[in-house]
């Protein structure tokens, strides 16, 4: 565990991560303490960045779109956060990871069912990337287990 973190703090994360719509007070009577010390925990986590995010986690098929993920392998001479800054700038672009590994970056986007739109959109992804060396796609089609924590 992290420095500053408690026993108290992992709990309530991963409480979190299973159902983020628990208030502090249902968090406290699960956990068996008071809902002020849920809220100083909380303010404690947010203050130190560890909680990042409240968010949710649509079904894409449900709502008609699919949902892509980009393998990006980038050529070492390259700035990374330019990169990066770049393709934060796109709209379908959703969730953006930087990776040690087979890649360099893992991109998450959302976008149209319809093939061809979707392709017009991976190709201006791609060239957004200077010292793109290689991209693996991967068509997600059901997200099976998603826990944070």
């Known amino acids: 565990m992290a420095k500053g973190v408690s026993e108290i703090d992992i709990k309530i994360l991963k409480l979190l991560s299973k159902d983020a719509r628990l208030t502090y007070k249902e968090l406290a ?3 068996g303490t008071t809902r002020q ?3 100083r925990r909380m303010d404690k986590l947010e ?3 560890i909680v ?4 949710v986690i649509p079904d894409y098929e449900a709502l008609g779109y699919s949902h892509v993920v980009l393998g990006i392998t980038i050529k070492p001479s390259v700035d990374m956060d330019e990169i990066v800054e770049n393709l934060r700038q796109i709209d ?3 969730i953006i990871e ?3 590994g087979a890649h360099s970056l ?3 986007v959302i976008g149209p069912k319809d093939m061809r739109e979707l392709e017009k959109i991976i190709t201006a992804i791609s060239r957004k990337i ?4 290689k991209m693996d796609i991967t068509f997600i089609t059901d997200v099976v287990k998603f826990e944070t924590l």
């Open 47 to 49: 203050k130190a960045g």
């Open 37 to 39: 010390r849920v809220s």
């Open 130 to 133: 200077t010292g793109l060396e």
């Open 92 to 94: 379908e672009v959703k």
């Open 98 to 100: 930087r990776a040690l």
């Open 106 to 108: 893992i991109v998450h």
């Open 52 to 55: 990042k995010k409240y968010t």
């Open 29 to 31: 009577e699960i956990l």
